[in-house]
């Protein structure tokens, strides 16, 4: 038996290709979603965003009969940041930031829990992910004998999910400071985001700032946060 799963994110594009595997009527058993927490109490997601997905789920429930599982890894990024290493290069020292490339974050606290949900099915499993037509590279990439990509197949832009979205009050409020998703404690995010980061929620700021003292590493190569507060404090004088 073929299970069919959809991977949200709660974006765009992935929500644009749940309205539309609802509306041609193709086989959907499950959508997961990886709910990557700072803490027990803080979400990754940007606080607009994590605002944003409860009330995203409820539409989703009520109007096409969709529940959204999530999946979330053993340990908190806070967790997992204060982790003693214990082989590697920096062992005895703690996980700390991760690194642009080959950023712990991502294997540990994305692709690992999804993998081993996707192990503790017994059945053979058809992924749906939300990769749009103008994206062929992303759709190069795919595994395509057990992974669909509905908007690309359906010839649907990035600009053409975002308007399938707004017909159903399901574009993430994110979008309007020109921002994708992402976890708001990500080292690989736009310098513009940072800067928005720094002047809207100066409380995740602080909580980036203090952690930098703890890590080995620094937030982004070569520059510490408070370097970027400087840089941020010139420009708006």
Known sequence: MTKYIASCSFGKDSLAMLIKIK?????????????????DNISGEMPKMAEFIPKAEKILKDKFDITVKHITYKR????QFYTIKQRGKHIGYNYGFPYVIGAWCNSRLKIEPIRDYLKSINDDVIQYVGIAYDEPKRYE????????????DLKITEKEAIEI???????SPIYEDSF????????????SQLRFLYKNYPNLWKILKDMEKDSHNTFRPNTTLIDLEERFKKEED
């Open 23 to 39: 509306e041609l009527g193709m086989p959907l058993d499950e959508v997961i979603y990886c709910d990557i927490r700072f803490d």
């Open 76 to 79: 908190t990024f806070k967790e």
């Open 141 to 152: 990439r795919l595994n395509h004998d057990t992974h669909i990509a509905p908007l690309y």
């Open 165 to 171: 979205c707004k017909k159903y009050d399901l574009l």
């Open 180 to 191: 994708r998703g992402g976890c708001w404690f990500c080292p690989k995010q736009r310098l």
